[in-house]
Antibody
Framework: QVQLQESGPGLVKPSETLSLTCTVS????????WSWIRQPPGKALEWIGYIFYNGNTNYSPSLQSRVTISLDTSKNKFSLKLTSVTEADTAVYYC???????????WGQGTLVTVSS | SYVLTQPPSVSVAPGKTARITCGGNNIASKSVHWYQQRPGQAPVLVIYYDTDRPSGIPERFSGSNSGNTATLTISRVEAGDEADYYCQVWDSYGDVGVFGGGTKLTVL
C-alpha cells in the first residue's frame, strides 16, 4: 500500500518561500496524479494543484501565480514551492495521490507550516 | 471556478440517519467523492464515484447524486461517526480538484 510523507520547515517568514517535499513509498511515482492540498486552522480543505507523472502540472487559479509543483522520479518524491507567503498561508499541508476518478485515495499525515516573523 | 456548497453543521441522535448535502450547478454531471476527517487527522475517503464505498468503509455509508445536489447518507449513526465531512469533485473546466466547505457532523 502506498504511503506518503511530507517534510520541510514548520516555520517560514513572511515574504519568503515555503518549500515542502513529499516522499512516496510502497509504490512508484511513475503513474497517477500527485497533489498538494492545504487546510488553514479551523477551515476547509483547499486544493493547491497537481503534477502528473509525465511532468504536466495545473494549479488552483487563486494560487497559480505563486505555486510550483515538481517531480523527482529518481527519488520517488514530489515538491511544492509557494512564494511570497503571508500569514494567510499558515495551514496544514497535505500531499496526496489522485486516481483516475479524480478522487484522492492516499494522503500524507500532513505538516503544519506557520508563517510568522 | 466550480463551487460546492455544504451546510456548516448537521446534528443527529445515535441510531438515526444523517444526511449531508453538497450543492453544485448540475452536479449530477460530475463524479462526487466524500471524505471523513476526524480532528487532527488526514481525511479518509468514504464514498467515490457518487455511490461506491472503498474497502473497509461500513455499509452504513452511502451516496447519491441527482440534479444540483449530492448527498452522503450515514445510517444507524454511531458516536464514532462524529467528524467533518467534505465533498469533492474534479472541475474539468479548470482541471483542478474542488472541495466543499465541509460539514461538521455532531452525534447528540
Amino acid at each position: 500500500q502506498v504511503q506518503l510523507q511530507e517534510s520541510g520547515p514548520g516555520l517560514v517568514k513572511p515574504s519568503e518561500t515555503l518549500s515542502l517535499t513529499c516522499t512516496v513509498s510502497g509504490g512508484s511515482i511513475n503513474s497517477f496524479y500527485w497533489s498538494w492540498i492545504r487546510q488553514p486552522p479551523g477551515k476547509a480543505l483547499e486544493w493547491i494543484g497537481y503534477i502528473f507523472y509525465n511532468g504536466n502540472t495545473n494549479y488552483s487559479p487563486s494560487l497559480q501565480s505563486r505555486v510550483t509543483i515538481s517531480l523527482d522520479t529518481s527519488k520517488n518524491k514530489f515538491s511544492l514551492k509557494l512564494t511570497s507567503v503571508t500569514e494567510a498561508d499558515t495551514a496544514v499541508y497535505y500531499c496526496a495521490r489522485v486516481v483516475v476518478a479524480g478522487n484522492i485515495d492516499s494522503w500524507g499525515q500532513g505538516t503544519l507550516v506557520t508563517v510568522s516573523s | 471556478s466550480y463551487v460546492l456548497t455544504q451546510p456548516p453543521s448537521v446534528s443527529v441522535a445515535p441510531g438515526k440517519t444523517a444526511r449531508i448535502t453538497c450543492g453544485g450547478n448540475n452536479i449530477a454531471s460530475k463524479s462526487v467523492h466524500w471524505y471523513q476527517q476526524r480532528p487532527g487527522q488526514a481525511p479518509v475517503l468514504v464514498i467515490y464515484y457518487d455511490t461506491d464505498r472503498p474497502s473497509g468503509i461500513p455499509e452504513r455509508f452511502s451516496g447519491s447524486n441527482s440534479g444540483n445536489t449530492a448527498t452522503l447518507t450515514i445510517s444507524r449513526v454511531e458516536a464514532g461517526d462524529e467528524a467533518d465531512y467534505y465533498c469533492q469533485v474534479w472541475d474539468s473546466y479548470g482541471d483542478v480538484g474542488v472541495f466543499g466547505g465541509g460539514t461538521k457532523l455532531t452525534v447528540l
